[in-house]
């Protein structure tokens, strides 16, 4: 069974910091480009980072770049999200996804397969 379980989130004070976490299972996680979204109250869910497995390329939202990393260690077929000098405008529900590495590399939930359920990231101002 594939499975993708986040990690990390909570609540955080504006101008803090967060790692998020997933990890994965059920499916050769090496193979497979993987991405954060995010999806505020009452907006449409966006893509925040992607990583290609091709060739590293990676992938950030305009409202994130400078502030968030992503990254993964294969050992532990687990992706990370770093996210730094968060703003309230970074409240949301986070998720993990998993989708083919397509050509050309989008980081759009219509190219991803598999998802997370999600961990709660709340700023503070």
Avoid: H
């Amino acid at each position: 069974e594939v499975q993708l379980e986040e990690s990390g989130g909570g609540l955080v004070q504006a101008g803090g910091s967060l790692r998020l976490s997933c990890t994965a299972s059920g499916f050769t996680f090496d193979d497979y480009a993987i991405g954060w979204f995010r999806q505020a109250p009452e907006k449409e869910r966006e893509g925040v980072s992607c990583l290609s497995r091709i060739d590293g390329t990676t992938v950030y939202a305009d409202s994130v770049k400078g502030r968030f990393t992503i990254s993964s260690d294969n050992a532990k077929n687990t992706v990370y999200l770093q996210i730094d000098s968060l703003t309230s405008e970074d409240t949301a529900v986070y998720y993990c996804a998993a989708g083919w590495d397509r050509r050309p590399f989008v980081c759009r939930s219509y190219s991803m397969n598999y998802w997370g359920k999600g961990t709660l990231v709340t700023v503070s101002s």
